[in-house]
């Protein structure tokens, strides 16, 4: 058994870029999916930290790094100075 769960909405996701790589290459699909879980299982290792990033920046983005016990309110207040 694993430590995370998949909405179902995630288990559609995770179809659809299947089948978008796919067309191009089977195997540069499986994995990327393979990748998606690995970082999935890093993710789980870091258990109670929310992680902002902007994923489109070149080196990746981070923003921020917090522990989920904050409050919702103050976490949005850090992340809304960081922008």
């Known amino acids: 058994m694993s430590g995370y769960a998949f909405h179902p909405e995630a288990f559609r996701d995770l179809d659809e870029i299947w089948e978008f790589i796919a067309e191009d290459s089977i195997e540069a699909a499986e994995r990327v999916i393979a990748d998606i879980f690995d970082s999935i299982r890093v993710l789980q290792s870091l258990r109670n930290y929310l992680i902002a990033?902007?994923?489109?920046?070149?080196?990746?983005?981070?923003a921020a790094v917090l522990h989920d016990r904050r409050s919702p309110r103050v976490m949005a207040a850090i992340l809304r100075g960081r922008e």
């Open 53 to 62: 990033y902007a994923p489109d920046e070149s080196p990746l983005w981070v």
